[in-house]
Each structure stands twice: as structure tokens, then as C-alpha cells.
């Protein structure tokens, strides 16, 4: 009789602990989609707003410049005309003045035009492929007499700002510094 005296070893299959199963990876496979897609979400959602932020605030200051542009040269203008789409400034006379200023919206595109000693120069305030676009603009002056008897003008302009799919009127006013005298 022979015997083996070898020890006898037995191998166990410890694979079904080491390893995920197909189920348990589609699981966490759809789990992390499900995560992916609520981030992606929330992250486009931020970064929308702060594009659109970002344009309200670019209106705010071309808003501004412009406005304070104008109402700075007609509080020192000597006479100030207003047409639909069309505002001109006559500065006082001076060295270094101007003859005229024009502003003037033309197929959505502000233009700015100074003209000097009859050479007239225009330049582009705001044009239409800016992210913010004039719609509108419209000047109005009202003239009056204070208790002096000396004639009082009030110049008032509207434009109208259209940024994102959104506008936004904008008024301001000024009084030219020089008024006439009734006679």
C-alpha cells in the first residue's frame, strides 16, 4: 500500500470576494452619470449667470460713459439741438472747442461726430456688434423762464440699451450752462 504523505492543499476560489460583479459596476456606472449630469447642470446653470451678469454690468458702464459724456458737454454747451435719433451741441467758444458736437443713432450704431473749423470728424460710440446695442434715443429740450424773466432750457436724453435679450432704458438731464437772455 502506498500512501502519499504529501499534504494535501486545497486551493479555494476567493475570486467572488476580490472582484465587482457586472451588476454592481452598472450600478455605480449609472450612480456616477446621475452625479455627473446634476453637477454639469448646476455648473452651466453658474456659468450662464455669470455671463449674464457679466453683460448687465458692461450695459451699466457704457450706459454711464455715454450719458455722462453727453450731459457734461451740453452743461457747458452755449445751444443744443434735438432731432429723433439726432442731438447736437453747440460748446461754448473757445480755444480748443469744437464748432458742433453731434450725436447721432443710425441703424444701430451710435456715432459721435465733433465738427471743427468746417473738418468734421465722427467716430463710433457704440457700434452693433457690441454686446450692448442702442435701440433707441430720443432727445428733448424744454424751455422756459425762471422768476428773473431769463430763458431756462432743460435737456433730457433717453436711449435705450438692449443687452442679452433684455433693454433697458436710461434717461438723464442737464441744463446748458449758458441760458439765453430775454430781450
Sequence with gaps: MSENFAPQVRFENNRKNEAFTVSELLVSTVILGILMGVTSMSLSG????????????????????????????????????????????????????????????????????????????TCVMLKKTDDVTIHGFTSTICIGSDENGDFVSLVTVNLKFKTAGQTQPVSASACPRINRRRS
Design 46 to 121: 453658474a456659468f450662464q449667470n455669470y455671463e449674464e451678469n457679466t453683460q448687465t454690468a458692461q450695459l451699466g458702464q457704457s450706459a454711464r460713459s455715454i450719458m455722462e459724456r453727453m450731459m457734461r458737454e451740453i452743461r457747458s454747451a452755449s445751444d443744443v439741438h434735438s432731432f429723433y435719433n439726432y442731438l447736437e451741441i453747440i460748446p461754448n467758444a473757445g480755444s480748443g472747442n469744437p464748432d458742433r458736437i453731434q450725436y447721432i443713432l443710425f441703424d444701430g450704431v451710435l456715432y459721435y461726430r465733433t465738427v471743427t473749423d468746417g473738418k468734421t470728424t
